[in-house]
């Protein structure tokens, strides 16, 4: 009892997998965090991600094992049960991951989840010029990133690993996508969309295979920081990627590389696309099926009431606000933090029904895209 901890104790951890990410690499990865907390005394039954929306309230925390696309895919759901997310990295890139300090070892998610450090990460509401929405938390863009997601989505028959780009990359360098967009941050005009490029929106600083376009983006602050480059050759945008990973951006905009760079922070980004539709991509996963010619990106801060998404930061993960406890604030047992679902079996072994709603399922949309992970 003293090894597990007083919070530990009242927790169910739903194992949610995405069985087809990693090549099948999420269900073992699941089945083995799933083993660990069960040694140690947890309730945690393994959930096949198309099974997800029959959860109830009597969740506490949300372990989802797949990509970064199957995490997204979950933000309805975590944000209804206010079940915080850890995950389990079993993707490509697992940005998710990086950015709170998440690991696939069962001990580091035990460590993580008996400390259980909690916080509310900020999200992205992507709504196009047809009304389709969803929701985001690493990035959405528009260009040569974005063209390649959706070749791969088209041509995707499965799950698929790194080569799988091979493909799609060597027809974006044979025929780019640069569209011409119009970027406005908070009503203020960025970019008027002369120039062809590239526009990133970024809630978090990480992006694909390190190079991190926007590295002061913060998850946590209510802020979305963008990023638009003036690009119209693959050699450039190709001199863009390297600067990047090679942490020197100082050879952008006026330097030796002479690409046009702009840069703001703001809550509200709207992107009017000047030419022909383009290709949109937000957390690794294309946005809709056909190209977009508008959208309006909104941050919803995690620090507003019932705002972003409930998470679980990495024992190696700093706490996001200063001087701000990072825990649970509903309801306090001896000092420590009490998940909801213990005071909603409370309230229900007293004859009580929960008020909150029960059955919340994954936006269909992403998690279409996510099995195909």
């Known amino acids: ?15 949610v997998y995405n069985p087809r990410s990693g090549r099948a690499q999420a269900q073992a990865r699941a089945r083995a965090v799933a083993g660990a907390l069960v040694a140690a005394g947890w309730d945690a039954p393994l959930v096949p991600i198309a099974e997800a929306g029959a959860l109830g309230r009597n969740v506490d925390v949300l372990v989802v094992a797949g990509g970064d696309g199957t995490v997204t895919s979950l933000l309805t759901l975590a944000a209804e049960l206010d079940a915080p997310i850890y995950h389990v990295p079993c993707g490509n890139e697992n940005l998710f991951a990086r950015e709170l300090g998440h690991t696939y070892r069962p001990a580091g998610v035990l460590a993580a989840l008996r ?10 509401d992507v709504t196009d010029e047809a009304g389709a929405q969803r929701r985001a938390v690493l990035m959405a863009t528009l260009g ?45 005009e960025l970019s008027d969309g002369a120039s062809p490029g590239h526009v990133v929106v970024a809630n978090s600083r990480h992006y694909a295979m390190g190079i991190n376009p926007c590295p002061s983006a913060d998850a946590f602050d209510g802020l979305l920081e963008v990023c638009v480059v003036a690009q119209q050759t693959p050699g450039e945008h190709m001199a863009w990627l390297v600067a990047h990973r090679l942490r ?32 949109v991509q937000i957390d690794g996963e294309r946005f809709a099926v056909r190209p977009s010619r508008a959208l309006r990106i909104e941050v919803c801060p995690g620090r507003v009431v019932a705002g972003g998404v409930p998470v679980v930061l990495g024992t190696s993960r700093t706490d996001p606000w200063r001087g701000v406890v990072v825990s649970s604030t ?18 229900s072994a007293r004859g009580v029904a929960p008020s909150s709603r029960l059955g919340a399922k994954p936006d269909d949309a992403l998690l279409r895209e996510a099995m195909a992970r």
């Open 248 to 279: 020197m951006p100082g050879l952008l905009g006026e330097g030796l590389l002479g690409v046009g760079l702009l840069r703001a922070r703001g809550r509200v980004v709207e992107l009017e696309v000047l030419g022909p539709a383009a290709p």
């Open 330 to 347: 509903r309801g306090q047992i001896g000092g420590l933090a009490q998940p909801a679902g213990f005071r909603a079996r409370q309230r």
């Open 144 to 188: 040569p990133d974005a063209s390649v997601i959706d070749r791969l989505a088209r041509a995707r028959t499965r799950a698929v690993g790194h080569a799988a780009y091979f493909v799609p990359v060597l027809q974006e360098a044979l025929e780019p996508c640069f569209p011409r967009v119009r970027v406005r941050v908070d009503g203020r």
């Open 1 to 15: 009892m003293a090894g597990l901890g007083l919070k530990a104790w009242f927790l169910r951890a739903a194992i």
């Open 115 to 124: 400390a259980l450090r909690r916080a509310r990460m900020d999200v992205m």
